[in-house]
Nanobody, 125 residues
Framework: QVQLVESGGGSVQAGGSLRLSCAAS????????MGWFRQAPGKEHEAVAL????????YYGDSVKGRFTISQDNAKNTLHLQMNSLKPEDTAMYYC??????????????????WGQGTQVTVSS
């Protein structure tokens, strides 16, 4: 049974850091595209970071480039998102996602057939 369990969200002041984790079960993280989407109140889902893309490199949304880093811990079958220099506009519910249908990364939510329950990130100014 596939399951994605996120942890690491919370409240932080602007300029601070948080590290999100996503523990996967039922499949191996390095065999499929996994990543993070976020959704702020009243807004659509936004692709934050995905890995690996067809080039083998991570994808980062323009708003988080240079501040966020996605990584995999294959030994623990876990995905991480290190978030530095956080801004109030990063406030959102963050979701861990996996595409086990074809394994490819897309910036659309549609191909991702597994989602975690979400973890809230709140950044205050």
């Amino acid at each position: 049974q596939v399951q994605l369990v996120e942890s690491g969200g919370g409240s932080v002041q602007a300029g601070g850091s948080l590290r999100l984790s996503c523990a996967a079960s039922g499949f191996t993280v390095n065999q499929y595209c996994m990543g993070w989407f976020r959704q702020a109140p009243g807004k659509e889902h936004e692709a934050v970071a995905l890995y690996p893309t067809i080039s083998g490199k991570p994808y980062y949304g323009d708003s988080v480039k240079g501040r966020f880093t996605i990584s995999q811990d294959n030994a623990k079958n876990t995905l991480h998102l290190q978030m530095n220099s956080l801004k109030p506009e990063d406030t959102a519910m963050y979701y861990c996602v996996a595409n086990t249908r074809n394994g490819y990364c897309y910036i659309s939510t549609v191909p991702f057939n597994y989602w975690g329950q979400g973890t809230q990130v709140t950044v205050s100014s």
